[in-house]
């Protein structure tokens, strides 16, 4: 046999036993909850995951306050970009251009840090807020926040347009606004108030007919994901797990993870079908396997 059989022959004998071994690992486990960053690789202060249009994660006091950390697929986390001084970030989220949108609730701002130079600028500033908490997002990048008072267990909800006007919406007195997400066909926006969601019919950017839409017993909830199907991915703080809803506001599913305190899930990876949850009382992030992917990260790639 020439030398160049030989190694044609070897080459594919390596090839077929890669794809042998690729065909023989297991797929991955729906629902299955693992380490993605070490303990304490964030602050307790760890929030606001997000997944820009290339799938990388980011999410906010990587290592030390007003830092933004950026997650790779393995883990590997370093620190995008630190915030000005005075500002710290909690909620993120990646318009149609690819920016970076960041509530600082220190600051009372919404934040835009460049795609491609990663200068951060302040795209609007409102003094009168309590503190610009978790956001949303929509197609045609209208932003949505909430304003927690914590003291006064009440709140508001906010618009951020393209441009930087900020228009409130809606103010709330039996419940601190904290998670805020649109619904895949952006005709409606969800609102967690302490120990229940809100639902709010959405319309050009604008809320009416406020209802409870599922109200828990115990512990309380925080950020929230739709997927592509409409069902809300929701950090249930204290408790411990992410609780699958349906659009309807039934529990189907509750996804169990390593510490108490969860904060906030973002959908990414290869397909979307990824769920990031950051957890306060281990400083770091694990993620699961969900069936459907994210409304956002479809909504990202569509552009």
């Not at 986390?77 to 993120?92: D, K």
């Not at 973002?266 to 992030?285: C, H, P, Q, S």
Request: proline content about 4%; some cysteine; charged content about 20%.
């Amino acid at each position: 046999m020439r030398t160049s059989q030989f190694i044609f022959s070897l080459t594919a004998m390596v090839l077929l036993l890669g794809l042998n071994a690729c065909a023989q690992q297991p797929a991955k486990e729906l629902f299955k909850a693992t380490v993605l960053t070490p303990v304490n690789s964030f602050t307790s202060d760890v929030e606001g995951p997000a997944v820009d249009k290339n799938g990388v994660l980011y999410a906010v006091n990587f290592q030390k306050q007003s830092t933004i950390g950026k997650v790779l697929e393995d883990g590997t986390a370093s620190v995008y970009v630190t915030l000005p001084q005075g500002s710290t970030g909690n909620g993120i989220r990646f318009d149609s251009h690819g920016n970076m949108l960041v509530a600082d609730y220190t600051g009372h701002n919404i934040l835009k840090v460049d795609a491609t130079t990663q200068a951060i600028t302040v795209l609007a500033h409102e003094p009168t807020m309590y503190q610009p908490n978790d956001i949303a997002i929509d197609s045609k990048d209208r932003i949505y926040a909430s304003d927690p008072n914590w003291k006064e267990n009440s709140g508001r909800i906010w618009r951020i347009d393209p441009d930087g006007k900020v228009s409130l919406l809606d103010s709330v007195t039996n419940g601190a606004a904290n998670g805020i997400e649109v619904s895949p066909d952006e005709k409606t926006l969800y609102v967690n108030g302490g120990k229940f969601i809100w639902v709010y019919d959405l319309s050009n950017g604008n809320i009416s007919n406020r209802k409870v839409l599922i109200e828990f017993p115990d512990h309380t909830v925080d950020g929230m994901r739709c997927d592509i199907k409409g069902n809300i991915y929701l950090a249930r703080f204290g408790k411990g797990v992410v609780a699958k809803i349906s659009p309807k506001g039934e529990i189907l599913k509750e996804i169990p993870v390593g510490g108490k305190q969860t904060t906030n899930v973002a959908f990414g990876g290869k397909d979307g079908r990824t769920v990031y949850v950051t957890l306060m009382d281990k400083g770091n992030i694990e993620s699961f396997l969900a069936d459907d992917p994210g409304r956002e990260y479809e909504m990202l790639r569509k552009k």
